[in-house]
């Protein structure tokens, strides 16, 4: 079993739904919890972060951590075809000197 | 801030030849990551450095890649000799704390 899991998607919806992605994860002592968006052909681009608990918000993303389900989720709002991109999340332990364990990417498409 | 940088953005080579890919970290970071990235396995961590000494190399495949970083603003990842396998998308990463910034990569094809 890996310790984050991810579904691969894809996942297609249309022009202004309400996107969640989401990973669980295994290993109880991640703290730091991170989504990235990588488009096609770039490297990832760090998109939110958050530590322990709790929600983020950042515009149109929300980043949701549930630590007692080893559950993250990532919502947007709004969605724009723009926002077509793969998702991963990444999270890491705090002693861990920054090493951070990737999900396998969630494929988005968003459709005008 | 420039970001990360790698060189070369692509890379064609035959098998047996050896391949060297450069990274220069974000002034100020003193985490750099060298990951791969393929279809079938995602996103791979290889190798990373903490103030230019290697801390941990578990996820080097084998003992053709090495990796050095000479100084805290360049990295170099090395395959030789390389192999069709190796053909994949090779990132650098750099980071202060727990945010790794990702350089454009290089898109390595082996023949």
């Known amino acids: 079993q890996k310790e984050v899991e991810q579904d691969p998607g894809p996942l297609s919806v249309p022009e202004g739904a309400i996107v969640s992605l989401n990973c669980t994860y295994s290993?109880?002592?991640?703290?730091?919890f991170m989504w990235y968006r990588q488009y096609s052909r770039k490297g990832p681009e760090l998109l939110m972060y958050?530590?322990?608990?709790g929600n983020k918000e950042d515009g149109r993303f929300t980043a949701q951590v549930d630590k007692s389900s080893k559950y993250i989720s990532l919502f947007i709002r709004d969605s724009q075809p723009s926002d077509s991109a793969t998702y991963l999340c990444?999270?890491?332990?705090?002693?861990?000197?920054?090493?951070?364990?990737f999900g396998q990417g969630t494929e988005l498409s968003v459709k005008p | 801030d420039a970001g990360v940088i790698q060189s070369p953005r692509h890379e064609v080579t035959e098998m047996g030849q050896e391949v060297t890919l450069r990274c220069k970290p974000i002034?100020?970071?003193?985490?750099l990551f060298w990951y791969r990235q393929t279809m079938m396995r995602g996103l791979e961590l290889l190798i990373y450095f903490n103030n230019n000494v290697p801390i941990d190399d578990s996820g080097m495949p084998e003992d053709r890649f090495s990796a050095k970083m000479p100084n805290a603003s360049f990295s170099t990842l090395k395959i030789q000799p390389s192999e069709p396998r190796d053909s994949a998308v090779y990132f650098c990463a750099s980071s202060r704390f727990y945010e790794q910034y990702f350089g454009p990569g290089t898109r390595l094809t082996v023949t």
């Open positions: 290993n109880s002592a991640f703290q730091y």
């Open positions: 990444a999270m890491s332990v705090y002693n861990q000197g920054g090493k951070l364990i």
């Open positions: 002034s100020g970071h003193d985490y």
């Open positions: 958050t530590y322990s608990s």
